[in-house]
């Protein structure tokens, strides 16, 4: 059961990359696309906490990093979105502390989350490119393609969140993962 | 995952489990050292081979994925800005909503058509054998870099360091291939270099991507005489390497619309629009030998299909 619940969220995870590359350019903004494995290891986080998610978070940056057309240093996704992973997930705590034993969180708490989440996952991407010499654009432009990318995945989270959320949330039912 | 049971004991008053530090701590450390391979290995990296793997697993399902979305959205329309979709809004509810849908469907074949017989132009008027590709994925600019896969791969002939064009000039070049696509640099990624000549002078340069797409998507030429001044409007084609790899020469890549000289460098900088619209990169072909057999016809030099 459990491996078939980490083959589920893999394949989530998989399905993510794919519609990145595949579709989602089809609406690029200055050929920014929506994040959407960032989001699902948000979701994670939401649902799950931040160890879980940092895990998972792993898994989807190794997929970002090692799928076509992807020619940056291996690591560096898988580095952002641990990260993520573990920040959303701490953001999580804060949250249940405010609404009470084991809450899920808000609407407005998951928008600030994601906000967050995408504006530190593009970050730790570009600075650790910056520290392996492996950039391929200017400082101005890269802020320019985070601030797009956190646009993008806020505008993305009513379609995308509540769904992943509900998934992860039947994979994992609540009352295993809160005991309050 | 097993990871549950174990923190169940950890359980905070408010119902949240901490973290615990070993896993992040081993993550990070599984970061770390990928990145460490990935970046002293360079092209013999220890990372390759997972690559390859990713690609041959999610190549496939690229190209499904494509294909499947094509018909509805064009890939013309990519890295289109706000305005020109705006535009393209305005004009498209001027029109009959009945013809409308006629017009989406049959005006995406035949511009599919239109960029096949360009492509069999151009392997004419260049004189190479073309493996005729489209692009199935484009990598988000969240990673800084221009890439796409194209769905033809190692099956058809394609190998890396081959050119690649479409009907309008010089698009990138291979830097990855698994059986059925190829992952390919275009030349305005910030870490591609092209050897180019310019206009009528035919002095040589070289140009570097900006590392941006869309309708600012520029190329930087330096030229290697410093008393030559390119004039705007020069044509720019390819210089070619030795042995036509990574780039086959004579191939248009773009003109000049402004040149810089500072007094701080002694070389003249020149901004080159490229010919190729990266905003709308669908049909393109791969530079192979003329004897290749692959699992495609191929556009011969001579205009003929095999």
């Given amino acids: ?180 | 995952m097993g990871l549950r049971r174990s923190g169940l004991d950890r359980e905070r008053r408010d119902g949240v489990r901490r973290p615990r530090l070993s896993v992040l701590a081993a993550l990070l450390l599984a970061c770390a050292v990928l990145m460490a391979l990935d970046y002293r290995g360079g092209q013999s990296s220890p990372v390759e081979p997972a690559r390859r793997v990713m690609g041959e697993a999610l190549g496939p399902v690229e190209s499904a994925t494509a294909s499947g979305v094509r018909p509805f959205a064009g890939l013309s329309e990519l890295f289109r800005s706000r305005d020109s979709l705006r535009d393209e809004v305005d004009r498209l509810e001027q029109e009959n909503a009945d013809l409308r849908s006629k017009v989406a469907a049959s005006g995406f074949d035949r511009s599919r058509l239109e960029q096949l017989e360009g492509l069999t132009r151009a392997a004419t008027t260049w004189g190479y054998a073309l493996a005729p590709a489209r692009v199935i994925a484009l990598g988000p600019s969240q990673s800084f870099k221009r890439t796409v896969t194209i769905d033809a791969g190692t099956d058809a002939g394609v190998r890396p360091d081959q050119t690649v064009l479409c009907s309008d000039g010089l698009v990138g070049r291979v830097i990855r291939a698994t059986r059925t696509t190829a992952t390919v640099l275009l030349i305005l990624d910030g870490e591609s270099v092209v050897g180019g000549r310019i206009g009528v002078s035919r002095e040589l340069g070289f140009l570097r991507g900006r590392g941006e797409v869309g309708e600012a998507g520029r190329l930087d030429l330096e030229l290697v005489d410093h008393a030559v001044t390119p004039s705007e409007g020069d044509a720019v084609v390819s210089w070619g390497s030795e042995g036509g790899a990574p780039y086959v020469e004579r191939i248009p890549i773009g003109r000049v619309t402004e040149v810089y000289s500072s007094p701080r460098e002694t070389a003249k900088r020149a901004v080159i629009e490229p010919y190729v619209d990266f905003s709308a990169l669908d049909v393109v072909g791969v530079v192979v030998p003329d004897d290749t057999e692959g699992d495609r016809s191929l556009v011969r030099a001579d205009g003929g299909v095999r």
């Fill in chain 1, 1 to 180: 059961m459990t491996a078939l619940r980490a083959v589920l969220a893999l394949a989530m995870v998989s399905v993510a990359v794919v519609l990145q590359v595949s579709l989602f350019p089809h609406f690029a903004w200055e050929g920014v696309v929506p994040n959407l494995a960032l989001l699902v290891v948000v979701a994670a986080a939401l649902t799950r906490g931040p160890e879980f998610a940092a895990v998972l978070g792993f898994a989807a940056g190794l997929f970002v990093d090692l799928a076509p057309p992807a020619d940056h240093i291996a690591g560096r996704w898988a580095l952002a979105l641990v990260v993520v992973g573990y920040v959303a997930g701490r953001i999580r705590s804060d949250i249940s502390t405010d609404t009470g034993a084991g809450g899920r969180p808000g609407a407005t708490a998951v928008v600030i989350a994601v906000a967050a989440s995408s504006f530190i996952g593009t970050s730790v991407f570009a600075l650790s490119g910056l520290l392996l010499d492996d950039v391929g654009a200017s400082v101005g432009q890269m802020l320019q393609v985070i601030l797009i990318a956190v646009v993008w995945d806020v505008l993305l989270t009513p379609l995308v969140l509540p769904l992943v959320m509900a998934v992860f949330g039947r994979l994992w039912p609540p009352q295993r993962v809160a005991v309050a």
